[in-house]
Nanobody, 122 residues
């Protein structure tokens, strides 16, 4: 069993930066792929970024060049650094983990964090 605890996020002006973290407790996160998803009210979860257990990243097109996903297996943590934020990035961000390769589909993930609000003002 893996429990994911998120931290970070908050409120920032457009053009600013935020970082959200996802720390695993219980079993190690090292063998798990981790994805970040975001959700706005009334909408489905949408893929943002993912990282394989070997450290290979993938990004949704609109965040490429602005967001960076990274992991520190020794700290059982995955991070999402978000730069040059826009109001369209406002959402609740969730990390999720699964054994094996990452997927872009939320339903393929087993473990979920509690969600973190990211708000970008114009």
């Amino acid at each position: 069993q893996v429990q994911l605890v998120q931290s970070g996020g908050g409120l920032v002006q457009a053009g600013g930066s935020l970082n959200v973290s996802c720390e695993a407790s219980g079993r190690t996160i090292g063998a798990n792929a981790v994805g970040w998803f975001r959700q706005t009210p009334g909408n489905e979860l949408k893929f943002v970024a993912a990282i394989s257990y070997t450290g290979n990243p993938a990004y949704e097109e609109s965040v490429k060049g602005r967001f960076t996903i990274s992991r520190d297996n020794a700290k059982r943590s995955v991070y999402l650094q978000m730069n040059n934020l826009t109001p369209e990035d406002t959402a609740v961000y969730y990390c999720a983990a699964r054994q094996g390769q990452f997927y872009y589909t939320p339903s393929m993930y087993t473990y979920w964090g509690q969600g973190t609000q990211v708000t970008v003002s114009a």
